[in-house]
């Protein structure tokens, strides 16, 4: 039978691969946006006085400057944007995994019949919630970071089920409205009738992976005073 503490490690290791991965990614789209930047001042430098050109020569200039305008737009909106999304993606479901492993290990250290299979619904969290509520005496959904994993739970969902758009006169307008007051780097445009969201900041993501990896230790520490 695996210690509880097991999970911590792993916890942190997963922690750092995550971490890592963001920051390595971020700085990597803030050094091409660099020398998007520097490569147009040059051309920019180099063309002064264009007019004295042939219109050829001006022609080349525009087609050159709509390419970095592209190119920037490209890395500062679309890669920037797939890439968070996709990452809070990955928070949500290494946070699923070892919710799920925790609950393995905790049925065997309280020799339950019980298993988290048995509980329906189709959100892994909840059930892992639900099932180590049951087990234990602890009241799962009161430990500290919980409130922040339904928030980002709800922005991954709404990411990936519905590209990121909401009727901006439903109820889950209202909580994503809720969520961007509370939390720096996440937005959203609202356009024809929806609200799209929009994770302005790596900021956004660094928090989810803070909390979500928190809430876990927290959850270790919570069940390990169950078994005293």
Sequence with gaps: MLPLDIFKLINADEYNNLKNYLNSFEKFLQVELNNIDREQENL?????????????????????????????????TIFTSNFRNTFLGLIISALENILKDICFQYKI????????NDLKGNSDIEKAKTYLTKLSN???????????????KFIRNKMTHQNGKIYNKSKEATTL????????GISFKEQNNELNIWITSRVFCKKALDDCFDFINNLIDALKEDEL
Excluded: H, P
């Excluded at 022609?59 to 400057?65: A, D, P, S, T, V």
């Excluded at 409205?177 to 720096?184: C, D, G, H, P, S």
């Design 44 to 76: 920019k430098n180099q063309n002064n006085g264009l007019l004295k050109f042939e219109n050829d020569v001006i022609e080349e200039y525009l087609k050159q400057r709509e390419s970095f305008i592209q190119r920037k737009y490209y890395f500062e």
């Design 177 to 184: 409205r809720t969520i961007v007051a509370k939390y720096e």
């Design 138 to 152: 602890k009241n799962i959904g009161k430990i500290e970071k919980w409130s922040e994993i339904n928030d980002f």
């Design 109 to 116: 250290i309280k020799k339950s019949s019980f298993d988290l």
